[in-house]
Nanobody, 123 residues
Framework: QVQTAESGGGLVEPGGSLTLSCTIS????????VGWYRQGPGKQRELVAA????????HYADSVKGRFTISRDNAKQTVWLQMNNLRPEDTAVYYC????????????????WGQGTQVTVSS
């Protein structure tokens, strides 16, 4: 069974940067896409970025294009989300999850949801 765990959140000023890490457990983890999602205060969870199993396909939400970069290293079973030029509206709990490409894009990955990692952008 594939499971995910997030880390790397924190408090950052507007314009700052953070890198989130997603550790994926399970021997078959490299076969599946991974998505980073976020849920801001009073909002529904939304997809931020997704990367296919071997990195050949990448998707970003329009709100983060040009600022966020998703990458993965299957040997390390880790997916990163590099976040630059952060804005207050990026404040949210960030989650990662895994599944087949289309379900990841539509917010229906199959791994259990973890605790997430809080990102707060504030001066």
């Amino acid at each position: 069974q594939v499971q995910t765990a997030e880390s790397g959140g924190g408090l950052v000023e507007p314009g700052g940067s953070l890198t989130l890490s997603c550790t994926i457990s399970g021997s078959l983890s490299k076969l599946f896409a991974v998505g980073w999602y976020r849920q801001g205060p009073g909002k529904q969870r939304e997809l931020v970025a997704a990367i296919s199993n071997y990195g050949g396909q990448i998707h970003y939400a329009d709100s983060v294009k040009g600022r966020f970069t998703i990458s993965r290293d299957n040997a390390k079973q880790t997916v990163w989300l590099q976040m630059n030029n952060l804005r207050p509206e990026d404040t949210a709990v960030y989650y990662c999850n895994s599944g087949r490409w289309e379900p990841v894009l539509t917010g229906n990955p199959f791994a259990p949801w973890g605790q997430g990692t809080q990102v707060t952008v504030s001066s």
